[in-house]
């Protein structure tokens, strides 16, 4: 409800630095109740004889050192001279006693949800709240609800969002409906705003299949497969929509698995080349198999 002060008299006027406010009625002007009404062209077409009364509806609660964030104080010695080394950090809305403090969520009459980013001086203008898009004013806002968590894929989750869980382990997931204090085990489970999400986590994350070395490979992952016949490894990315292990393969997680494979079925070995690694191995006692490893490895160079 708007207020005016009388600047200056002019017949049939109040008396000078009387202040009317909007009666209820539109277009009309008054005191108070029992109180003479003005018409309201009187006010806005003889803008000489009557001010706006603007009323502060804040109050700032702490500043913030430019220098160091992390400096809260709720004076600055000299005032308004030292603005070039603080920032209003907090401000405390009159009117309903909230409180805004730089960084809050917030939502204004054209967007549901936006973080204040800074407040500018409001002695100098009502629209003192910098939001990212621009400026707004302090009537206009109100707290926007705070976000409880993240999900996996950095979706906010707000009280009442009806969230999905996968346990990571063993992929089983289940619906509930968020609530303030509810603890999210993030180590354990994985969360979503959707069920799809849910499912989607658990086809890419499920085991296909497991190496010869015992790696269990996922979607999008790297292994290595050799063929069976031409005992060669080839590198390769499995894929959720392409499995299905044959059996002229050899599948493994590392190269080196891979190699060592090929070294221990390559049929390179002549009778003479077998009696000369007994020989070796019952002379040094290392074991026939230790004895084949390192002649195959010596010969493959």
């Known amino acids: 409800m708007k207020k005016y002060k009388l600047l200056k008299k002019y017949p049939g006027s109040t008396e000078v630095g009387e202040i ?24 806005v077409f003889y803008p000489e004889y009557w001010e706006e009364v603007i009323e502060k509806d804040y109050e700032i609660l702490s ?13 600055r010695r000299g005032g308004e001279r030292h603005d070039e080394f603080w920032n209003i950090h907090a401000v405390k809305r009159l009117s309903d006693g ?44 109100e707290k926007a609800k705070q976000p409880l968590f993240l999900t996996h894929d950095g979706k906010d989750i707000f009280e009442g969002d009806k969230v999905w869980y996968v346990n990571k382990e063993q992929h089983y997931y289940s619906g509930f409906i968020a609530v303030s204090g509810v603890t999210f085990r993030s180590d354990i489970n994985a969360y979503f705003l959707t069920r799809e999400g849910a499912e989607d986590y658990i086809e890419k994350n499920k085991v296909l299949f497991t190496t010869e070395d015992g790696y269990n490979v996922f979607d999008g992952q790297y292994y290595f497969y050799v063929d069976k016949k031409d005992l060669v490894a080839v590198r390769s990315i499995a894929t ?11 599948y493994f997680g590392i190269i080196g698995a891979a190699e060592k494979y090929i070294e221990r079925n390559k049929p390179q070995l002549s009778i003479e080349d077998c009696f000369k690694i007994l020989q070796k191995s019952f002379l040094y006692g290392n074991g026939f198999e230790k004895e084949i490893e390192k002649y195959i490895r010596k010969n493959n160079r």
């Open 63 to 75: 500043y913030a050192n430019k220098s160091n964030s992390n400096c809260i104080t709720t004076k």
């Open 98 to 141: 909230e409180v805004f403090t730089v960084g809050d969520l917030i939502k204004t009459p054209y967007k549901d949800a936006t973080r204040i980013t800074k407040f500018q001086n409001p002695e100098r203008n009502e629209y003192f709240i910098e939001i990212p898009t621009g400026f707004t004013r302090l009537v206009t806002i």
């Open 240 to 250: 959720s929509k392409a499995v299905g292990m044959s059996t002229s393969f050899k």
């Open 20 to 43: 009317v406010q909007g009666s209820g009625r539109e277009g009309w002007y008054t005191k108070g109740p029992g109180c003479r009404t003005y018409d309201w062209t009187q006010i």
